[in-house]
């Protein structure tokens, strides 16, 4: 089987599993931690490098404001009870999204999760909250204008490299592989830039069934797959995701 180097997933349909049991919403939530945790420990298992999970979006805020801080309480629950174990584990945790206006412990909570575990080498769990692509696009953008106002930059020398580079993933590999559960068939404003050519799979399960079997499913099929990045000769999708 082909391991992607770098596979991100839209966890979605916590509500509807809920509703689907006559529970509350936060009770879907809490299943979908658990998810979460499985599928940390399946990639690192499997020797995926890099997973990224769309955590909380830009547009998650318009939600009513219970769910959100129930939302909010269960990430720095996670933070708090996980960090040491996903430590212990070799995982180095990194945050994408935007920073500066989050609640100053939900700030502190991401960078200690991100300096304790900066040396890790076995997974990169890369955690997108208060993420949108559109949000991290403007912001790359005000950067790299800046430059050129100032003088570091000339217009005629910003490349994709220079785009790359000035996006909260800066470093990151592009996915190979972006999955979605709950049914919806749409990016909802996740990646838009980095997942140019990766492969996309939408699954009809909600995301607290999301089992390290249908993980492991997943990336077998994804292994099936031709990916061409517009030329005509397949390329393999560890090399080409570097
Ligand atoms: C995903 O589940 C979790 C977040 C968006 C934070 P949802 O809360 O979107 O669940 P559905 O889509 O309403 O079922
Ligand atoms: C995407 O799911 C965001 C996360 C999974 C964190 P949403 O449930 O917010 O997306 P839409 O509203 O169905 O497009
Ligand atoms: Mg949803």
Known sequence: MTTPAHV???MDGNGRWAKARGLPRLAGHRAGVEALRQAVRTASDLGIGWLTVYAFSSENWSRPQSEVSDLLGLLKLFIRRDLAELH??????RVIGQRDDLQADIR???EEAETLTIANRALNLVIAFNYGSRDEIVR????IAADVADGR????????????AALDTSGIPDPDLVIRTSGEMRLSNFLLWQAAYSELAF???YWPDFTPELFKDTLRQFGTRERRFG????RDPVSSSA
């Open 8 to 10: 991100a997933i839209i």
């Open 153 to 164: 930059l000339s217009a005629s020398a910003v490349t994709l490299q220079t785009v790359s």
């Open 140 to 143: 790359a953008v005000r950067r």
């Open 88 to 93: 212990r584990a070799g995982v180095r945790v």
């Open 231 to 234: 030329g005509l000769v397949e």
């Open 203 to 205: 699954l009809p399960c």
């Open 108 to 110: 502190m909570l991401l």
